[in-house]
């Protein structure tokens, strides 16, 4: 009998524990933020408001299927930043250009930066914050991130004779090698690879790489890629450039060889003064102030 009795108590205790599991409130699932648009395009974001969000949780959208992100080396995104307690826009790049950063989290911030770590170019994602308790942004964010190519994307064009060849480290900087010939008179502008993106139009402010060279020496005076980040300018400032990159699409790589009769802009230098000198430009992004302001 104290066998049969011990036997009863235990089926009884595991019954009593299947009761006391099925009565246990479950743990509260973060609230549900869906993300919809197609690449290239701002997104649209819907969820309840006001959100609670007790903790920085991201996920990714879609993967990206370019070159994974490289810890240091500069990162280029598009970003949509909601205030999550009435889903008001606070700030988004997609009507004006990309933001270039390092990807460093002394760069990116804490949360920004695990988000993009171990990313790939091409990737959207979901960032979703509690308020930090610093003024301005003591309230929960929802942000949406696209990674863009920080070099160009496209199908090589054949070298054309009587230019420079132009020749790229592992990380897309390029250098040239002079031809020992006479430059050219007049303005050239020659695709390296064609990109497939929207159109450079006249006013546009363009988002590149660039590296500037002495036609004569092939030495090079300026570059993005030495000072670490992209640029972003309006065309309208640069008149060779405006007119060389016009009806270039986004994702394309373009020499630039301009003669000494065009002014250089933001690259004015005594040092170049009467020279010509060749540019390879990458044309990362392209954005239209007159719609941005409409």
Not at 149 to 168: C, D, H, I
């Given at each position: 009998?104290?066998?049969?009795?011990?036997?009863?108590?235990?089926?009884?205790?595991?019954?009593?524990?299947?009761?006391?599991?099925?009565?246990?409130?479950?743990?509260?699932?973060?609230?549900?933020?869906?993300?919809?648009?197609?690449?290239?395009?701002?997104?649209?974001i819907t969820y309840v408001t006001p959100l609670q969000v007790d903790e920085t949780r991201?996920?990714?959208?879609?993967?990206?299927?370019?070159?994974?992100?490289?810890?240091?080396?500069?990162?280029?995104?598009?970003?949509?930043?909601?205030?999550?307690?009435?889903?008001?826009?606070?700030?988004?790049?997609?009507?004006?250009?990309?933001?270039?950063?390092?990807?460093?989290?002394?760069?990116?911030?804490?949360?920004?930066?695990?988000?993009?770590?171990?990313?790939?170019?091409?990737?959207?994602?979901?960032?979703?914050?509690?308020?930090?308790?610093?003024?301005?942004?003591?309230?929960?964010?929802?942000?949406?991130?696209?990674?863009?190519?920080?070099?160009?994307?496209?199908?090589?064009?054949?070298?054309?004779?009587?230019?420079?060849?132009?020749?790229?480290?592992?990380?897309?900087?390029?250098?040239?090698?002079?031809?020992?010939?006479?430059?050219?008179?007049?303005?050239?502008?020659?695709?390296?690879?064609?990109?497939?993106?929207?159109?450079?139009?006249?006013?546009d402010v363009v988002t590149v790489q660039y590296t500037g060279f002495a036609w004569t020496t092939g030495e090079a005076f300026d570059s993005t890629w030495s000072h670490?980040?992209?640029?972003?300018?309006?065309?309208?400032?640069?008149?060779?450039?405006?007119?060389?990159?016009?009806?270039?699409?986004?994702?394309?790589?373009?020499?630039?060889?301009?003669?000494?009769?065009?002014?250089?802009?933001?690259?004015?230098?005594?040092?170049?003064?009467?020279?010509?000198?060749?540019?390879?430009?990458?044309?990362?992004?392209?954005?239209?102030?007159?719609?941005?302001?409409?």
């Amino acid at each position: 009998m104290r066998r049969l009795q011990g036997r009863a108590l235990v089926a009884g205790l595991a019954i009593a524990l299947v009761t006391l599991a099925g009565c246990t409130t479950p743990e509260t699932e973060p609230a549900a933020v869906t993300v919809s648009g197609e690449p290239g395009e701002a997104p649209t974001i819907t969820y309840v408001t006001p959100l609670q969000v007790d903790e920085t949780r991201t996920e990714q959208i879609w993967p990206g299927t370019g070159a994974e992100l490289v810890e240091g080396a500069p990162v280029l995104i598009d970003f949509w930043l909601e205030d999550a307690t009435d889903a008001s826009l606070v700030k988004e790049s997609y009507s004006s250009n990309p933001t270039a950063m390092l990807l460093t989290e002394e760069d990116l911030g804490t949360d920004l930066y695990e988000t993009l770590r171990g990313q790939q170019v091409g990737a959207r994602l979901l960032q979703v914050s509690p308020g930090s308790g610093s003024g301005a942004s003591d309230y929960p964010t929802v942000t949406v991130v696209d990674v863009l190519p920080t070099r160009a994307e496209g199908e090589p064009v054949p070298p054309v004779p009587n230019l420079p060849v132009v020749t790229l480290d592992a990380a897309g900087a390029p250098s040239i090698t002079p031809t020992g010939t006479e430059p050219p008179t007049t303005l050239v502008a020659q695709p390296l690879v064609r990109g497939s993106g929207e159109q450079v139009g006249a006013s546009d402010v363009v988002t590149v790489q660039y590296t500037g060279f002495a036609w004569t020496t092939g030495e090079a005076f300026d570059s993005t890629w030495s000072h670490g980040l992209p640029v972003s300018f309006s065309l309208q400032d640069v008149q060779a450039w405006a007119e060389g990159l016009v009806d270039q699409p986004v994702g394309s790589q373009v020499m630039l060889v301009v003669p000494p009769t065009y002014a250089l802009g933001v690259t004015d230098s005594e040092e170049l003064a009467g020279q010509t000198v060749a540019f390879v430009v990458d044309i990362l992004a392209t954005g239209h102030p007159e719609q941005a302001a409409g």
